[in-house]
């Protein structure tokens, strides 16, 4: 495919995600049907259309859209892309109408580069307008650079499997596949992937548990727990197990994994297998004892704010009614997490969410209803290079 084909077939992806479809359908649904695509055109056209819903604000309004929220939600795929390139320093000229059968259609006159306008903050921010005061308010001083982080491409990361391997033998082996990879300082077992990144899951370490993907703020999540030998641990929301495995590989616990969707967990049972780890599968929340666990792992579900670098949708999609009812689920999930803690033990709670409300105010809300104390808390900012996360260690009151 030409960059403009790439480009035309982003438009019309875009276009069906603005229909209603969710990104990843749209995109599979695109590649079904389209098998002269490559692999590396199926790449940059996702590439193309992530980028674009990273930066829906901003590019709809330099594509002549509008820069209101409601602009933005109903700017076509073709405005989407105009202004993207625009803004990664691309003529759009050269693209739409370009030469052969498959390109964008010529520019039109009122499609002209918008000259000497100054986006607002927020759009230029690619925030949502009815989150940006919440936001300022909870990052303070860090809402420019969290925000601007989060409109880019979030890095590739693994982690070592200390089990298999040690980082020096991970690098290796991935090197050995053609996928170069370098040590992350935000956790002891992360590496970032570089060049070769594509190939990780053809890869012998892939295939040998000798890594695992997860991002490298997940990573420091489960690095600041109090893991020893010999705890029983329960992954309270398990959910594909990326945690569930990460601390299976720090110490040998007694590990139970729950998800209240247990298809979430479909995929552990092999991943704990490749990873040499054994992880004891319970969906039933009637097989979990109360006050049966020395530590308890609550993955809270929550807006992902985090991770919209990943998930860039979720930052479109997020409304108050939705972030309310995600507040109430995140109590009724830690409150439920916390019975099956044991005397001395330790609940952890845990976010992919920069939002105080479902961070902060929420473990303050806990622990004034519960008697549980805050023992210690982290943020992991995603300037650091990793998702933004939230963790709290929460001890249960005395005599209990």
């Given at each position: ?182 040590v992350h300082p935000l ?49 309270f929301c398990a959910g ?59 993955d809270a579900p929550c ?98």
């Amino acid at each position: 495919m030409t960059p403009a084909a790439r480009v035309e077939a982003a438009i019309a992806i875009l276009d069906r995600i603005r229909g209603g479809a969710p990104a990843e359908q749209a995109l599979t649904n695109w590649a079904r049907a389209s098998r002269f695509a490559g692999s590396g055109d199926r790449a940059a056209v996702r590439d193309h259309v992530f980028d674009a819903l990273r930066r829906r604000r901003s590019a709809a309004a330099l594509g002549g859209a509008g820069w209101d929220d409601s602009d933005a939600a109903d700017a076509p795929g073709r405005a989407l892309m105009l202004g993207l390139l625009r803004q990664q320093g691309i003529d759009p000229g050269a693209v739409f109408g370009a030469a052969g059968r498959h390109a964008p259609a010529p520019l039109e006159p009122a499609e002209a580069a918008p000259s000497g306008v100054e986006l607002p903050q927020n759009v230029a921010l690619d925030c949502p307008e009815w989150l940006a005061p919440r936001l300022a308010a909870d990052l303070g001083a860090r809402f420019a650079p969290v925000l601007g982080v989060l409109r880019e491409r979030a890095g590739i990361f693994v982690r070592v499997n200390a089990r298999r391997a040690d980082r020096a033998a991970a690098i290796a082996a991935l090197g050995a596949d053609g996928i170069a990879a370098r040590v992350h300082p935000l956790a002891p077992e992360a590496l970032e992937l570089g060049a070769g990144a594509a190939r990780l899951r053809l890869s012998r370490a892939y295939a040998e548990g000798i890594v695992e993907l997860q991002d490298a703020a997940s990573q420091s999540v489960v690095a600041a727990l109090p893991l020893c030998d010999g705890m029983r641990v329960l992954d309270f929301c398990a959910g594909g197990g990326g945690k569930t495995l990460a601390m299976a590989a720090r110490a040998d616990l007694s590990l139970v994994a729950h998800d209240a969707s247990a298809a979430r967990m479909h995929d552990l049972p092999l991943r704990a297998a490749r990873a040499g780890v054994a992880v004891d599968i319970r969906p039933d929340p009637r097989d979990l004892p109360a006050g049966g666990f020395d530590l308890v792992l609550a993955d809270a579900p929550c807006s992902g704010s985090g991770a919209w670098r990943r998930q860039p949708e979720a930052k479109w999609t997020l409304t108050p009614a939705r972030l309310a009812a995600l507040g109430q689920a995140q109590a009724e999930v830690l409150g439920a997490a916390a019975r099956h803690v044991a005397p001395g033990g330790v609940t952890a709670y845990a976010t992919c969410s920069i939002l105080r409300a479902e961070n902060e105010d929420a473990v303050a809300a806990f622990v004034a209803r519960s008697g549980f104390g805050l023992r210690q808390e982290w943020r992991f900012d995603p300037s650091a290079g990793g998702d933004g996360f939230y963790l709290a260690l929460l001890d249960p009151p005395r005599g209990a």
